[in-house]
Structure formats: structure tokens, C-alpha cells
């Protein structure tokens, strides 16, 4: 695809300090767009910032920090975006993590689960009113068909605080059903707003994460193009609600598309963030 001009338009990519998240900045910033980068630790994002815009040119990147194991910092995040912008025309909850280790977050829940699911759920929400402001805006969730390996979906034991393991298919795989379950819940909600919601598996990428995990196994980070083309494709337009791998539509898991308990995750995560969605229940 070509990187056709995007200027004018706002995206905001979470995670945008190294992996894929700053690479689909890199290739937002040479359509000529508005880049909000957001990242955790502030040298990080701030070089990543300087890299892109000397390779690119594009002087209309920001710089927004944030540690989403924080509902706090993630309300601050979104005071910060609209204290500048007055709409968004996509979002891409890139950012993501994956803990060998049971590691509680700031507000007391398991670090993966606080960080793949709590907090882009919350900002989504909260970033609702500049996505509305936006032209056809999309929103992205970026899970990962590491989901399917999950063996059972411990509804009542979403930190799993018994078993946690260290393997991709327990904390890590329960957090990227998570993200599918909500994808699919947010499009319904949205459903005639305008305001298209999918989620996607990035590849198999050789990032941090993955090298640590299982080694150099995936593609070279400059071939991860999936979340950017999500991002851009008008072929997407008004497309809303779908499971995304390599670039095609696909079925996700059984456990994913049950909708009992996309509602009952749904009631447990506002009741944890206190995030407000349109015509939610």
C-alpha cells in the first residue's frame, strides 16, 4: 500500500517507543499525519520521537508519557490529549506486555491484565468525544492469535492470582481474549456513530517482547506493517467489529465470540476502570 497523504489527520499510537508501535508511528509521520506518540519511559519516547522526525521530516509529532499499569496516569493521558486536540480520527492500543512473573500494578491488579486490557479499555472510553470529533475515526486493538491457546477463560480470576504460570497461554493469552471480547462489544455500541472499531493480530514480529519470550523467530520490526495498514486502508472504511491476521478477516476463538461472557467481562471491567461508553447498559 502506498503511504498515501494522511495530513490533517490525527492518530494516537500507545506503545510508541520501540517494536511495532514505533515503527506504525514511523509510517504515520511519512504520510504526513499528526502523530501522538505515547510511550512509558520518557528518554524512550522522546528519542523515538527525534529518530522518526529526522527520517521522515514530518514536524507534527508529539510526545505524550504514561504508565498504563495506572488507571490514574491513563485518565492524565487523556486530559493531556485534550488539552491539545479537539479531535482523533484513529486510535491504535498498540501498547502491550507480557510478565513471566505475577507482578501487581499500581492499582492492584495483575501487570498484564492492568496494562493489555484495563488500560486501553478505560482511554478508549475517555477518548470517546474526540473520536466522535473525527472523520470516519477508527479505533484499534491490537491482540494477538496467541489467544486461542488459551485453555480456559477464568472469568472470576482475571488476575490469575492460582496458576499463573509463565507460559504465553495463560496471563497473556487471557488478556489478548480480553481485547477480542471488547472489540466486538465497543462495534455494537457504536454501531451508526460513525466510529469503526476491529482488532488485529500485528505478526509475528521479532520486538522486544517476542525475542525475550522465544527468540528471533518472527520478521524484522521494519516488515510490521498490519497496524498501520488497519489504520489507513480505505478499504476499511466502515468496516466494524473484525478479528484481523495477516491482513484478512478471521475467526477468532469460541471463548471470544460468546457473548454471555463478553457482557459479564464487560460489567467487570467498568466496574474496575469506571469507564462510560455510549448506550452501555
Not at 98 to 123: C, I, R, Y
Not at 243 to 251: A, G, L, M, N
Request: a negative charge; aromatic letters at 6%.
Amino acid at each position: 500500500m502506498s503511504s498515501a497523504s494522511m495530513a490533517g489527520r490525527i492518530f494516537l499510537v500507545t506503545g510508541a517507543s520501540d517494536g511495532i508501535g514505533k515503527h506504525t508511528a514511523l509510517r504515520l509521520a511519512q504520510t504526513g499525519a499528526t502523530v501522538l506518540m505515547h510511550g512509558r519511559d520518557t528518554e524512550k519516547i522522546y528519542q523515538a520521537q527525534r529518530e522518526i522526525a529526522q527520517e521522515t521530516g514530518n514536524k507534527c509529532l508529539e510526545v505524550y508519557t504514561a504508565d498504563l499499569a495506572s488507571l490514574q496516569q491513563v485518565r492524565e493521558l487523556s486530559e493531556a490529549i485534550h488539552s491539545k486536540h479537539d479531535h482523533l480520527d484513529v486510535l491504535i492500543n498498540n501498547a502491550g506486555i507480557h510478565k513471566p512473573t505475577w507482578v501487581q500494578s499500581h492499582d492492584g491488579h495483575e501487570m498484564t491484565f492492568a496494562v493489555n486490557v484495563l488500560a486501553p479499555f478505560l482511554l478508549t472510553s475517555l477518548l470517546m468525544d474526540l473520536l466522535r470529533a473525527g472523520k470516519a475515526s477508527r479505533i484499534l486493538h491490537v491482540s494477538s492469535i496467541t489467544h486461542a491457546a488459551l485453555e480456559e477463560f477464568k472469568l472470576r480470576d482475571l488476575n490469575y492470582k492460582q496458576n499463573y504460570g509463565d507460559g504465553l497461554n495463560t496471563s497473556y493469552a487471557l488478556s489478548k481474549t480480553c481485547e477480542i471480547m471488547y472489540t466486538y462489544k465497543t462495534a455494537e455500541l457504536l454501531k451508526g456513530s460513525g466510529i469503526t472499531v476491529n482488532c488485529l493480530d500485528p505478526g509475528t514480529v521479532n520486538t522486544n517482547m517476542l525475542l525475550k519470550a522465544l527468540g528471533p523467530i518472527g520478521m524484522p520490526i521494519k516488515d510490521a506493517n498490519f497496524e498501520y495498514r488497519a489504520a489507513i486502508d480505505p478499504a476499511l472504511d466502515g468496516v466494524s467489529g473484525k478479528y484481523f491476521v495477516d491482513d484478512k478477516e478471521t475467526e477468532s476463538s469460541a471463548v471470544s465470540n460468546d457473548k454471555d461472557l463478553q457482557d459479564k467481562l464487560w460489567d467487570i471491567l467498568v466496574k474496575i476502570t469506571g469507564a462510560v461508553y455510549p448506550n452501555q447498559n
